[in-house]
Nanobody, 126 residues
């Protein structure tokens, strides 16, 4: 079992950058695929990015490709989301999630993730 905890959110101007971190407790962190999702007010939670337990396989939503990068440091039990060229439409609460199955990297479904953090707010001003 892992418990993700997000940090690094905040207010940034359009075109700026932020790096989100997700620290996950639990000795089995290395066994989990990890993903980032986001939810804007009045909208459903949507997939942003995911990577396999090894970090060798990644997947991104079309809306963030080329701007966001997901990575992990298994020695630190931490996953990162580097967000560059931020846009006002990136404003949302960002959630980190852990999945037992590597298939979750490809399915992009919230239901395929087993453990969720509380979220961190990202606000991009125009």
């Amino acid at each position: 079992q892992v418990q993700p905890v997000e940090s690094g959110g905040g207010l940034v101007q359009a075109g700026g950058s932020l790096r989100l971190s997700c620290a996950a407790s639990g000795r089995t962190f290395n066994n989990y695929a990890m993903g980032w999702f986001r939810q804007a007010p009045g909208k459903e939670r949507e997939f942003v990015a995911a990577l396999s337990w090894s970090g060798d396989t990644t997947n991104y939503a079309d809306s963030v490709k080329g701007r966001f990068t997901i990575s992990r440091d298994n020695a630190k039990n931490t996953v990162y989301l580097q967000m560059n060229s931020l846009k006002p439409e990136d404003t949302a609460v960002y959630y980190c999630a852990a999945a037992r199955s590597t298939l979750a990297v490809f399915t992009k479904r919230t239901t395929d993730y087993d453990y969720w953090g509380q979220g961190t707010q990202v606000t991009v001003s125009s």
